[in-house]
């Protein structure tokens, strides 16, 4: 009997066959003279070298431009995420570019109290008020 080989799937997904990075591209804006880009132009000159060879798989662009210092995340989904870093020194510049390095792209949505999931549960929600009243407070 001849073997089959699993169909490919035209798009690329996480968990099968490959692990694809959310964060493509992160473009570093910052002043040249501006007091607000001094953390930024500290983290380029010091740690975007060590930090680029941990990162093989993520572009990094500068980008010099008047005005606060801006890093932006662009992602595989196609979105877009900027944090302005004006007045944070080195190390709040670092824990910033890796808040939008690890970050999924995906906009932010208020989720409901509920389970959620495809099929609505048979059984109801359950409340400790269903539980016997002989044995409900006991632990």
């Keep these: 009997m001849p073997i089959k080989p699993i169909p490919r799937t035209p798009t690329l997904q996480n968990g099968l066959g490959a692990f694809v990075l959310a964060c493509k591209r992160i473009t570093l804006q910052f002043d040249k003279a501006g007091g607000s880009s001094q953390g930024l132009r500290d983290f380029l000159k010091l740690r975007l070298?060590?930090?680029?060879?941990?990162?093989?798989?993520?572009?990094?662009?500068?980008?010099?431009?008047?005005?606060?210092?801006v890093i932006k995340g662009e992602y595989a989904n196609g979105r877009e995420k900027a944090i302005c870093v004006r007045n944070l020194n080195i190390d709040n510049v670092q824990n910033k570019l890796n808040l939008l390095k690890e970050a999924s792209g995906e906009q932010i949505?208020?989720?409901?109290?509920?389970?959620?999931?495809?099929?609505?549960?048979?059984?109801?929600?359950?409340?400790?008020?269903h539980v016997d009243p002989t044995v409900r407070h006991k632990v």
Aim: hydrophobic share 25%.
């Design 49 to 69: 070298d060590t930090y680029a060879k941990q990162h093989p798989k993520t572009e990094f662009r500068l980008v010099q431009k008047t005005g606060h210092p």
């Design 109 to 129: 949505r208020k989720r409901n109290s509920k389970v959620e999931s495809l099929n609505e549960s048979v059984r109801g929600i359950w409340s400790p008020l």
